[in-house]
């Protein structure tokens, strides 16, 4: 009895571990080691061909001007290409006359509601025309603006408050007789006080000036920028005849040759705008 029962659990086991034996064949051991990565082809990519260095285009530059010295008598910086009055929209109109000396005059009956206009060129330095309106230091005489206009005679009040050309307290422009630009404190304000007053416009077609079809465009086609001022009552032209004496400086410094006008203010004067042949 007792050989059976041990061959009886011994015939069991061997069935149970030949079962077990079988299932283990069929089924994949979860501890399978994957294969190699040498063994897995990868892809390929082929080298890009290599870009080659490209050289930066070079910066804009000033242009540089002449390396020559003005002389007295022989300026060499901005030439005016313009110097005149223009309508309050824009039109410009003819001198009424103009000398002997090439000055021009224009009539307004009541010496305000038009614009003076400047325009310039860069002149025997070939430099760039300078465009500061304002460069005031007090006590310091050294200190002038690139657009230097004066007057001959009081506009307005003639205060010689600087650039005082704003509300609530806004005054005239003094006069210069005869036009001096000497580098001293008056005739510095003086030249601030006025040049203050001009708005630059270095595009033709964004200037202040318009063309008989209604075009903006310089009055010059020669000119390289322009400034405009409109003038107020606040400082307008005193009856009679004012004559203005404009010059320009470049960007080293150099100041070009003057140029004049006359605004001729009549002492029955009833309109505003300068009145020029038609």
Same mark, same amino acid.
């Given at each position: ?7 009886? @659990? ?16 069929? &089924? ?22 290599? =870009?080659?260095?490209? &050289?930066? *285009? ?5 242009? !540089? ?15 005016? %290409?313009?110097?005149?009055? *223009? @309508? ?22 009541? #010496? ?14 070939? *430099?760039?025309? *300078? ?30 408050? !600087? ?7 806004? #005054? ?27 708005? =630059? ?43 203005? %004496? ?11 040759? %003057? ?5 001729? @203010?009549?002492?029955?004067?009833? &309109? ?7």
């Amino acid at each position: 009895m007792r050989l059976c029962r041990a061959m009886s @659990r011994c015939g069991f086991s061997v069935v149970v571990a030949v079962l077990v034996m079988g299932c283990a064949a069929k &089924t994949p051991s979860k501890n399978a080691m994957a294969p190699d990565m040498e063994d897995t082809p990868v892809p390929t990519v082929p080298p890009s061909t290599p =870009t080659p260095d490209v &050289t930066p *285009a070079p910066l804009a530059t000033r242009p !540089v001007g002449k390396q020559i010295k003005g002389a007295k008598g022989r300026p060499i910086g901005p030439v005016v %290409t313009f110097f005149g009055a *223009a @309508r309050a929209d824009g039109n410009t109109v003819e001198p009424t006359s103009v000398d002997k000396n090439g000055i021009a005059t224009y009539t307004s009956s009541v #010496g305000s509601g038009f614009m003076i206009v400047v325009e310039a060129k860069p002149g025997e330095s070939e *430099a760039e025309v *300078a465009r500061r309106v304002f460069s005031y230091v007090p006590n310091d005489p050294k200190e002038q603006p690139d657009l230097q206009i004066e007057t001959n005679r009081d506009m307005g009040n003639g205060s010689r408050d !600087v650039c005082d050309r704003q509300r609530p307290k806004i #005054g005239g422009i003094p006069g210069i007789k005869p036009a001096n630009f000497s580098q001293t404190q008056a005739i510095s304000d003086a030249l601030n006080d006025f040049a203050c007053r001009f708005e =630059t416009f270095i595009e033709s077609d964004s200037s202040c000036t318009m063309t008989k079809n209604g075009d903006f465009s310089y009055v010059s086609k020669d000119s390289a920028v322009q400034f405009c001022m409109m003038i107020a009552r606040a400082y307008q032209f005193p009856v009679g005849e004012t004559l203005l %004496t404009v010059r320009l400086r470049d960007v080293d410094g150099n100041v070009g040759p %003057t140029k004049q006008m006359r605004i001729l @203010r009549p002492a029955d004067s009833k &309109t505003s705008a300068p009145k020029g042949k038609k």
